[in-house]
């Protein structure tokens, strides 16, 4: 059944004048109630508390460090990669700049770099190094699993990497060290195939959505392949004037779909079909018994259970 068809449906629950796609001028606001059940129920079907969670996997390719050619200033956290140097990969990356004392990190998405501190260097135009130590995910992915694996190894997690890559601490005669807070390496120094990651929401600006994305660490020291698995996120309808089909498990439209939309619909301040009410409730708790006794692991392997 197509996104068009799905939406006539819900649009009987709605007085005869108001169901016309698209809206009517004089009744704004249906489609857009319709389209918001839909999207609810597609997520209802597709979250984590489903058994039809979607789950894929990924590739990625983590290059070598690579130089680039920046304009900074100093005492700013603004800065500016060459139009020739600039690559998408680099969005959250490590970054070494010639002069500083500190490695930098790029914190947005766009060669109009920001910076994540202050360049303590001189102002100018030199080089730096771009170390890829920061995959931003696919954009339907909405959480990550394991296993992560670089070159083929599975990789672990870890809260955050900024903890990782500390040098040891000068001990005190074997009792204490003097520092409880060693000073992290350079990246240039612990270089290497990752072994580690950690997973963070980030915002590349002020009007962009939430990204996830994976820290590694080490840095990659040479270009090497990470591959990882991830839930995906449900899929999100930007309009009912479609003639696409919708991904239902197992086209079970008429049986599960439709009373999970029809009960989001209810909520909604257009709904008029308010005998069947009841009805509508029922046949969506139904359909969520359904859901589940549709798992499609039958079996999930030998389990041990200890008898006390």
């Known amino acids: 059944m197509t996104v068009h068809e799905i939406a006539s449906l819900l649009l009987l629950h709605f007085a005869p004048e108001e169901r016309s796609i698209p809206d009517a001028q004089d009744y704004p606001g249906r489609n857009a109630a319709v389209l918001q059940s839909i999207n609810g129920a597609l997520q209802e079907l597709f979250g984590e508390a489903s058994p039809w969670v979607r789950h894929d996997e990924f590739g990625v390719v983590l290059h ?65 190094t771009v170390y890829h130590d920061s995959v931003t ?59 580690a990651y950690a997973v963070e929401t980030w915002i590349p600006d002020v009007k962009s959505s939430p ?16 591959d990882y698995r991830a839930m995906l996120a449900a899929p999100v309808l930007n309009s009912i004037v479609s003639s ?7 086209q079970y439209v008429d049986s599960i779909f439709l009373p999970l939309a029809r009960k989001r619909l209810t909520a909604c301040p257009f709904f008029r079909d308010i005998s069947g009410a009841d009805e509508i409730a029922r046949a969506s708790s139904e359909a969520k018994s359904l859901l589940n006794s549709l798992n499609p692991r039958t079996r999930s392997g030998a389990r041990i259970v200890p008898l006390y």
């Open 64 to 128: 070598a460090p690579t130089s680039v050619s920046i304009a900074v200033m100093n005492g700013s956290t603004a800065a500016e990669i060459s139009a020739d140097d600039w690559q998408e990969w680099f969005a959250g990356c490590t970054l070494v700049i010639e002069g500083a004392t500190i490695d930098n990190q790029i914190r947005n998405a766009s060669r109009q770099v920001r910076l994540k501190y202050p360049h303590d260097g001189s102002t100018g135009t030199v080089l730096a």
């Open 244 to 250: 696409d089909t919708l991904p239902i498990p197992l």
């Open 137 to 195: 995910l696919d954009p339907g992915v909405q959480k990550l699993v394991e296993p992560v694996r670089v070159a083929g190894r599975q990789i672990h997690p870890v809260p955050s990497v900024s903890t990782l890559g500390r040098t040891p601490a000068a001990e005190d005669f074997g009792f204490r060290p003097q520092s409880a807070t060693p000073p992290v390496a350079r990246v240039s120094q612990t270089a290497g195939t990752p072994s």
């Open 211 to 226: 990204a996830p994305r994976m820290q590694l660490w080490p840095a990659p020291a040479a270009q090497v392949f990470i």
